[in-house]
């Protein structure tokens, strides 16, 4: 089997799988029954001066059939004193010397604030911190949380004052709710962290009820935005990570966060440049025994690859992740279509005249319907074979082209230099 041991800038564990800091780390009797199922490592939830959380807290937001495909929390930090925490973090770390415990912390933006919770946490044996720069609501409006990290100046000067008495790594979670998240990844860089994480969760509203005219969640009628996350902000999260991998200026290892609900949703994040990945919403919908099917699929894949080590797929695909003005504007693929599978239910043929290009054609061979792509017309969009809902009935073919390779940015020097 391969090795799955990962070394997150010095924080290691037996597997890339940690949960994220969120309501599953809670406590001490959470992160150890996870740590029991197979869990690499935990992020305790968020430490800092306890607060009063509401009543309720959580909303999801489900789509066509499928339960959580997004999930929204108004819940804050931690609710427990600072005291009981540190105890249990202790016996934790103690009877899983092996598995990786890292201390999410939240204070105010103040020097003296943050030396102090340096010192408390790492007196109990973490293994290393992580700044919650990310957390968009509640803390937010107090100065801290995504308050914090939206201004690139304050993330890097408050790492820099964790750096100052941190004995252990320093990993910088970082807000997606901004308009260039290289920005302040590079500002953690510039403050001295060892490693970044992201994504936090996203601003987000998860509904209202049409009966009730409540928002959802509410509290007493009263309703707040919150953090979104689940397998809906994947994509979201999977852009930034390879963002800020393949951002020379931001040369840290990093953790990957957002959607992560099985072992293909890891192997990606890790191809796009992650060391290891964090997961909440999954095991909040279905446990902590997920876990299971997340270290055999990817021992698995790797076994199927000829990889012996997770840390040889790191980064495998940031090199093929650029720019839109990098890319060949002479590539040509096209649908094909396979009438021995299609079930002539018509959806590409509806999506393609009425979204499209209108190059797929109805036609009657022996009196059976069948279809046909215009190639000449097809400009390889791909809506079809979405839309299809059977396997094999539509794929997209290359066409070698007659036209040699040239990009957006090629073409723009050769159409300046004629121009001159």
């Keep these: 089997m391969a090795d799955l041991r990962i070394d997150l800038a010095g924080i290691k564990s037996p597997n890339p799988f940690w949960l994220a800091s969120a309501p599953p780390t809670n406590s001490g009797y959470q992160v150890q029954r996870a740590f029991e199922a197979g869990w690499g490592g935990a992020v305790w939830k968020t430490l800092g001066e306890p607060i009063l959380n509401v009543s309720s807290r959580f909303a999801a937001v489900s789509y066509n059939g499928q ?46 604030k943050w030396h102090e919770i340096v010192k408390r946490v790492e007196d109990v044996g973490v293994d290393g ?64 962290a060892d490693a970044i994480s992201m994504i936090n969760t996203i601003n987000s509203l998860a509904g209202v009820d049409l009966d009730t005219w ?8 009263k309703g707040a935005h919150g953090g979104y996350c689940g397998p809906a902000v994947k994509p979201i999260a999977l852009n930034m990570v390879a963002e800020c991998a ?43 025994s997920i876990v ?14 000829g990889i012996a080590s997770l840390k040889d797929l790191v980064g495998r695909s940031v090199s093929r992740y650029s720019d839109w003005g990098n890319l060949d504007l002479n590539y040509k693929i096209v649908a094909e ?29 022996n009196g059976v319907p069948k279809l046909k792509v215009r190639e000449e017309d097809c400009v390889g969009c791909n809506l079809c074979s979405i839309v299809c809902p059977v396997d094999g009935a539509i794929t997209m073919v290359e066409r070698k082209s007659a036209i040699a390779p ?9 159409m300046s230099s004629l121009s001159k």
Aim: with cysteine; charged share 20%; glycine share 8%.
């Design 67 to 112: 339960r959580v495909a997004g999930f929204n929390n108004i819940e804050l930090i931690t609710d427990r004193p600072l005291e009981v925490n540190l105890k249990e973090i202790y016996e934790t770390k103690k009877r899983f010397p092996d598995h990786a415990i890292i201390a999410s912390l939240m204070v105010e933006p103040k020097q003296e």
């Design 129 to 192: 911190l992580e700044l919650n720069f990310g957390c968009p609501h509640g803390m937010a409006e107090r100065g801290m949380g995504s308050a914090s990290g939206q201004v690139p100046e304050l993330v890097e000067k408050q790492t820099y004052w964790v750096k100052e008495a941190a004995r252990t790594p320093v990993i910088v979670k970082l807000t997606p709710n901004i308009t260039d998240i290289t920005v302040t990844a590079e500002a953690a860089t510039r403050g001295g």
């Design 337 to 365: 279509i396979n009438n021995d599978v299609c079930i002539n239910c018509n959806k590409c043929h509806i999506a393609c005249e009425d979204t499209s290009h209108q190059c797929i054609d109805l036609y009657t061979e």
């Design 246 to 288: 393949r951002n020379p200026l931001i040369n840290v290892p990093i953790s990957g966060i957002g959607g992560i609900s099985n072992w293909q949703d890891a192997a990606e994040f890790i191809l796009m440049g992650a060391t290891g990945v964090q997961v909440c919403t999954a095991a909040m919908h279905h446990g902590f």
């Design 214 to 221: 409540n928002t959802v969640p509410h509290v007493a009628g």
């Design 292 to 305: 299971e099917d997340m270290i055999d699929g990817l021992n698995n894949y790797l076994d199927d690859k």
């Design 406 to 414: 040239m990009t957006w940015n090629e073409r723009q020097l050769i």
